[in-house]
């Protein structure tokens, strides 16, 4: 097993940035970037429907893919891409991601077929994977120690902000100007950051220059892009008819076996994709696992707006997206604020009370909306509490998450924490799904979805009591 997991943290690291150099520019290039791939994995929500209009030939299974291919190989590639980053270069392989990420946009936009198009995703999603982990490493290289943490929780913040706002952006560019556009979107802010970041962005300087690079470790990459694919594979099409239920239960069993054979091969690997060190810290432990619960709370109660707002109360999906876009708009204060308190006071206070924040607002959806219309009084109260706790908690996770990482480990190390997070996505869409995805919706079908929010909110509060990240504390 690796040795360095144990003797360098994030803390000791210095800081790469040249003394005279702003390190912003870097964050703004980097973010950009995972701006786009945060925006594209939910804008098609909205789109769907105009896809379906475009091939009419095509059925709801064959569109289905057009969402799960991404997902699925996103999902998959996250950890991988990011053993890519540490091993190979952050810089090199962020270029490579948002060239490859830009270029199957464009395929997308012009695919003449669904199975053209598909397989425009999931070159896509493998464009998203490589550049989402090394943005987040030529970030934390880029600042100083003592920035880390807000800049860590406003990188979180500009994905965050981006997801949520996608169904919204989607609907209104599908109405006006077709659904390729969903994907010709991506284009001039891709190019711009792949210009600026080709001029600007430095490759990161490893320890020991005289040192061998680091093998790539090709079995566990192969048993890790297996064992997450199969999972979410048999997540995602857990609904689908012309799966049978054997067939997905031999597919989750095969993701469950490739994982322990991952495990058990992290073990004994001279130098393995993951070092299993990272999680004997309680902190990226319980992080991760609050990542998961708080992830699929997200989805949950994010779809579920959709679902209420244009099959409770007849809302059109312009207006819908238009109706959830005030509390997405609290996420980036809320995520700066918490940010720079907790380079002073660490990271619990925020993710617990940010916790207790979106629970309370999944109490308010329980309890107060009713058949009748009533955004005011009715909506937009609990809209604001969940604009504030995802601000509060999804930031600060990934801040959490990095907190304490080795410095020869950015990139995978935060990639499990994405990871973690696209998986608890894929788990709350498919549960919505599963809760909500059948005709003629009344307001009681909404009552175990919102339940299970405040639960899975309370949880992520539980799981983040034992998480500290202050100044100096021990890890």
């Given at each position: 097993?690796?040795?360095?997991?144990?003797?360098?943290?994030?803390?000791?690291?210095?800081?790469?940035?040249?003394?005279?150099r702003s390190p912003w520019p870097v964050f703004w290039i980097a973010s950009s970037a995972v701006f786009l791939v945060s925006l594209d994995g939910t804008m098609l929500?909205?789109?769907?429907?105009?896809?379906?209009?475009?091939?009419?030939?095509?059925?709801?299974?064959?569109?289905?893919?057009?969402?799960?291919?991404?997902?699925?190989?996103?999902?998959?590639?996250?950890?991988?891409?990011?053993?890519?980053?540490?091993?190979?270069?952050?810089?090199?392989?962020?270029?490579?991601?948002?060239?490859?990420?830009?270029?199957?946009?464009?395929?997308?936009?012009?695919?003449?077929?669904?199975?053209?198009?598909?397989?425009?995703?999931?070159?896509?999603?493998?464009?998203?994977?490589?550049?989402?982990?090394?943005?987040?490493?030529?970030?934390?290289?880029?600042?100083?120690?003592?920035?880390?943490?807000?800049?860590?929780?406003?990188?979180?913040?500009?994905?965050?902000?981006?997801?949520?706002?996608?169904?919204?952006?989607?609907?209104?560019?599908?109405?006006?100007?077709?659904?390729?556009?969903?994907?010709?979107?991506?284009?001039?802010?891709?190019?711009?950051?792949?210009?600026?970041?080709?001029?600007?962005?430095?490759?990161?300087?490893?320890?020991?220059?005289?040192?061998?690079?680091?093998?790539?470790?090709?079995?566990?990459?192969?048993?890790?892009?297996?064992?997450?694919?199969?999972?979410?594979?048999?997540?995602?099409?857990?609904?689908?008819?012309?799966?049978?239920?054997?067939?997905?239960?031999?597919?989750?069993?095969?993701?469950?076996?490739?994982?322990?054979?991952?495990?058990?091969?992290?073990?004994?690997?001279?130098?393995?994709?993951?070092?299993?060190?990272?999680?004997?810290?309680?902190?990226?432990?319980?992080?991760?696992?609050?990542?998961?619960?708080?992830?699929?709370?997200?989805?949950?109660?994010?779809?579920?707006?959709?679902?209420?707002?244009?099959?409770?109360?007849?809302?059109?999906?312009?207006?819908?997206?238009?109706?959830?876009?005030?509390?997405?708009?609290?996420?980036?204060?809320?995520?700066?604020?918490?940010?720079?308190?907790?380079?002073?006071?660490?990271?619990?206070?925020?993710?617990?009370?940010?916790?207790?924040?979106?629970?309370?607002?999944?109490?308010?959806?329980?309890?107060?909306?009713?058949?009748?219309?009533?955004?005011?009084?009715?909506?937009?109260?609990?809209?604001?509490?969940?604009?504030?706790?995802?601000?509060?908690?999804?930031?600060?996770?990934?801040?959490?998450?990095?907190?304490?990482?080795?410095?020869?480990?950015?990139?995978?190390?935060?990639?499990?924490?994405?990871?973690?997070?696209?998986?608890?996505?894929?788990?709350?869409?498919?549960?919505?799904?599963?809760?909500?995805?059948?005709?003629?919706?009344?307001?009681?079908?909404?009552?175990?979805?919102?339940?299970?929010?405040?639960?899975?909110?309370?949880?992520?509060?539980?799981?983040?009591?034992?998480?500290?990240?202050?100044?100096?504390?021990?890890?």
């Amino acid at each position: 097993m690796s040795s360095s997991s144990s003797t360098t943290t994030v803390d000791d690291a210095p800081a790469a940035a040249d003394p005279g150099r702003s390190p912003w520019p870097v964050f703004w290039i980097a973010s950009s970037a995972v701006f786009l791939v945060s925006l594209d994995g939910t804008m098609l929500f909205a789109a769907f429907a105009a896809l379906r209009e475009a091939f009419p030939a095509a059925s709801a299974a064959d569109l289905s893919w057009v969402l799960n291919a991404y997902t699925v190989v996103y999902a998959a590639m996250l950890i991988p891409a990011g053993g890519l980053a540490d091993t190979h270069g952050r810089k090199r392989i962020f270029l490579l991601g948002t060239t490859l990420f830009l270029a199957a946009s464009a395929a997308c936009g012009l695919a003449p077929s669904v199975e053209a198009l598909v397989a425009a995703r999931v070159l896509q999603a493998l464009g998203a994977a490589l550049l989402t982990p090394a943005s987040l490493s030529l970030v934390l290289a880029a600042f100083p120690v003592e920035k880390r943490s807000v800049v860590v929780s406003l990188w979180g913040a500009v994905g965050a902000l981006a997801a949520a706002v996608g169904p919204s952006l989607g609907s209104l560019v599908t109405a006006h100007w077709g659904w390729p556009w969903a994907f010709y979107l991506n284009l001039p802010i891709g190019a711009l950051a792949l210009w600026r970041g080709a001029a600007l962005l430095r490759e990161h300087r490893r320890d020991d220059p005289a040192a061998p690079r680091r093998r790539l470790d090709l079995v566990g990459m192969g048993l890790l892009i297996l064992g997450v694919g199969a999972l979410t594979l048999a997540i995602v099409q857990a609904e689908a008819r012309h799966w049978r239920r054997e067939e997905l239960g031999l597919i989750a069993a095969l993701g469950v076996a490739a994982l322990i054979a991952f495990v058990a091969w992290a073990r004994v690997a001279r130098a393995p994709l993951l070092d299993l060190a990272l999680f004997s810290h309680a902190t990226y432990r319980y992080v991760n696992l609050a990542t998961l619960a708080f992830g699929t709370a997200f989805a949950m109660m994010f779809f579920a707006f959709f679902f209420y707002m244009t099959s409770i109360w007849h809302y059109s999906l312009p207006l819908a997206g238009l109706a959830v876009t005030p509390g997405p708009l609290l996420v980036m204060p809320a995520a700066i604020l918490s940010g720079r308190l907790a380079a002073r006071h660490g990271h619990r206070p925020f993710l617990v009370g940010g916790a207790l924040v979106y629970a309370a607002s999944g109490l308010w959806f329980l309890r107060v909306p009713g058949v009748e219309p009533a955004y005011l009084t009715q909506w937009l109260p609990g809209l604001l509490l969940s604009g504030i706790g995802v601000g509060m908690v999804l930031p600060s996770l990934a801040a959490a998450a990095v907190a304490r990482l080795p410095a020869p480990h950015y990139a995978v190390g935060s990639a499990v924490n994405q990871a973690t997070r696209q998986i608890g996505a894929v788990l709350g869409v498919a549960l919505t799904v599963l809760l909500l995805g059948h005709a003629g919706l009344a307001r009681a079908d909404f009552t175990p979805l919102y339940a299970a929010h405040v639960a899975l909110a309370l949880l992520t509060g539980a799981l983040c009591l034992p998480v500290n990240t202050r100044p100096g504390a021990a890890r």
